[in-house]
């Protein structure tokens, strides 16, 4: 067995394919001063070509997954139109005497070293989306065929170095079982893909491999965790073919249980609501059976432009939000910037530990300007639904004093003005950082709710970087610490009568439902992919059972102890489920 990245979840039974790396023969002969012309016009030419082929390829891709996910072929095409990057090819051509597919091959040579060199994994990420949109535009002016995967046989288990978003797009569900990459991380747009088309995925098996997988081989992969077996034996075998079967009914049954009320079978209800960073996919949310939005990651809305969002396109996006919720609640959190999330036209100071930095809340209250735009964008939209605001990374009163003046000041301005808003709109924080929890009761005491982010809550806890895949063994939500951490906080709300929810990951981990249900947790909100999973468990896990699992919890003393009670505690729903 090989343990790998599980990057998206569900298991794969079957044989593999191994995709050739796409690499080029180029001319090697230098071209002359009257060929200039004609060789940039091979250029354009190449890109008028991947242009059209991109918006094809986003067009058939909007009917498998949906528009969000093809938002990532929106970067190629800038790509293909920034200045910058033609600017590189002219200057190869002029320079050096070299014909058009050596000058593009070089200058995204060029620019994926530059980036990638950058110790960032988000510029890390751009580097491969030059390197796939270059690929198309160098096949274009090579008239190199299609690197093709086979239809014509049985479905199979594609094995690549790294894969691209323009070849995940080419994928059919319906033939490739699963992926497996040697390189890649579980945060890159391919496996965002990969989740959004359900096909399971394990990246980075590279250094554990002792010599290279081949096609025809049979192979079982799990994308739970990551493991992938290599010619498994027939024990092996009939355990993932009955883990594969039952997965594939679940899968069936959950589109019945989308309209079903979220209530455990004595009578527990629990709000279960959805994760978004966009109106766009508000529309998968819903159609999840999400109760309103628990978290609104509003920092996308900061990316992909050239400055800050002004006052009214905010104001318009949450509105937008708020209207379709119709009624149903919505939290907005500020600006959480900072640490792996960067905006390319506001300059972070260079910092030794950016997640320790400056960032979120912090920033908002250096750069009162911006942090009053957003205020008064929510605060406006609080009058065309039930909107709450939130604020990241609240590690003291101080900071939710200071942000709740600056709130007093948008509204006085916005009375001023004769612009409506909600003036009893709710006010909550994040609880992620462990001074926080310490200090829980006294938050209490300043705002409406908390919700719990438990994704760095986790991180700065055990003082585990989220992004290190060196120590990404160490990141243990099911840590004794943190189950301490979060009965501080729930008691801590409870005791002063304010609302409690969970936003991060944790929040749609099925073996976690019992510790929320003991807690009496007000709402779970998580992304919308979870949201059936999390119910269709919910309808069969009873509270009072979960409270008896749950009081043996704080007894471990590992992490292991703790998940494998919770994992004894599904097995015996499951079991007690399937016995009528
Ligand atoms: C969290 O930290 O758990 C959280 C929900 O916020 P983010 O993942 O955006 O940091
Ligand atoms: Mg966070």
Not at 2 to 21: D, E, H, K, M, T
Not at 129 to 144: C, E, F, P, Q, S
Not at 164 to 192: D, E, F, K, M, W
Not at 390 to 412: D, F, G, Q, W
Request: proline residues 4%; aromatic residues 6%; contains cysteine.
């Amino acid at each position: 067995m090989i343990q790998g990245i599980g990057a998206s979840a569900g298991i794969a039974i079957g044989r593999a394919f191994v995709l050739p790396n796409w690499e080029w023969e180029l001319p090697e002969q230098k071209i002359d001063v009257a060929d200039f012309a004609r060789e940039f016009e091979r250029v354009y030419e190449g890109i008028r070509t991947s242009k059209s082929e991109i918006e094809q390829i986003k067009d058939e891709l909007r009917e498998v997954v949906g528009s969000e996910e093809t938002h990532i072929f929106d970067a190629h095409l800038a790509i293909l139109d920034d200045p910058v990057f033609m600017n590189e090819i002219q200057g190869i051509i002029q320079r050096q005497y070299k014909a058009a597919e050596v000058a593009v091959k070089e200058a995204i040579d060029h620019f994926v070293t530059m980036f990638d060199l950058l110790d960032d994994e988000y510029m890390k990420e751009r580097a491969l989306d030059i390197k796939d949109v270059g690929n198309r535009l160098l096949k274009h002016l090579l008239g190199a065929p299609e690197i093709t995967l086979p239809s014509d046989t049985q479905p199979f288990i594609l094995i690549a170095k790294e894969l691209s978003p323009s070849q995940l797009a080419h994928i059919n569900p319906q033939h490739v079982l699963g992926i497996v990459t040697l390189a890649g991380s579980t945060t890159s747009h391919s496996a965002i893909m990969a989740r959004a088309l359900g096909v399971p995925l394990i990246v980075g098996i590279e250094a554990k491999l002792e010599e290279p997988i081949q096609t025809g081989q049979s192979l079982i992969i799990d994308g739970s965790d990551g493991k992938v077996f290599i010619n498994p034996e027939q024990p092996v075998i009939d355990v993932y073919t009955e883990l594969h079967r039952r997965q594939v009914e679940a899968k069936n049954r959950l589109h019945d249980i989308a309209g079903y009320r979220p209530v455990t079978p004595d009578g527990k209800m629990l709000s279960l609501a959805a994760n978004i960073s966009s109106f766009k996919e508000l529309e998968i949310a819903l159609s999840s059976g999400a109760h309103g939005v628990g978290l609104f990651r509003t920092e996308f809305l900061y990316m992909d432009r050239n400055r800050f969002p002004k006052e009214e396109e905010q104001y318009e996006v949450y509105r937008s939000v708020a209207e379709k919720l119709e009624g149903e609640p919505l939290v907005i959190r500020t600006l959480d910037v900072g640490g792996d999330k960067q905006l390319d036209y506001f300059e972070l100071p260079e910092e030794d530990n950016p997640f320790l930095g400056y960032r979120a809340i912090r920033i908002s209250l250096d750069r009162q300007d911006l942090f009053k735009t957003q205020l008064r964008a929510i605060l406006r939209a609080s009058h065309h639904g039930q909107v709450k605001l939130m604020y990241p990374l609240i590690s003291s009163v101080e900071e939710v004093r200071a942000a709740n003046r600056i709130l007093e000041e948008a509204k006085r301005e916005l009375e001023l003005e004769g612009l409506p808003f909600d003036n009893g709109m709710k006010i909550g924080v994040m609880i992620e950082v462990p001074a926080a929890v310490m200090i829980a009761d006294l938050l209490a005491e300043e705002v409406d709710f908390f919700s719990i982010g438990t994704n760095d809550l986790v991180q700065f806890t055990l003082a585990v970087d989220r992004m290190n895949e060196q120590i990404s063994h160490l990141y243990e939500p099911y840590h004794p610490a943190l189950l301490r951490m979060l009965r501080l906080t729930v008691e801590a709300a409870k005791r002063h009568g304010i609302k409690v929810g969970v936003c991060g990951e944790l929040a749609g981990d099925l073996r976690a439902l019992p510790l929320w249900l003991t807690l009496d947790v007000d709402e779970l909100s998580m992304s919308s992919h979870s949201i059936l999973q999390v119910k269709e468990r919910l309808l069969c896990t009873s509270q009072a059972e979960s409270r008896e699992v749950v009081r043996q919890l704080y007894d471990c003393r590992t992490s292991t102890e703790i998940l494998d009670r919770l994992i004894a505690f599904m097995e015996h729903i499951d079991n007690k489920t399937a016995n009528g």
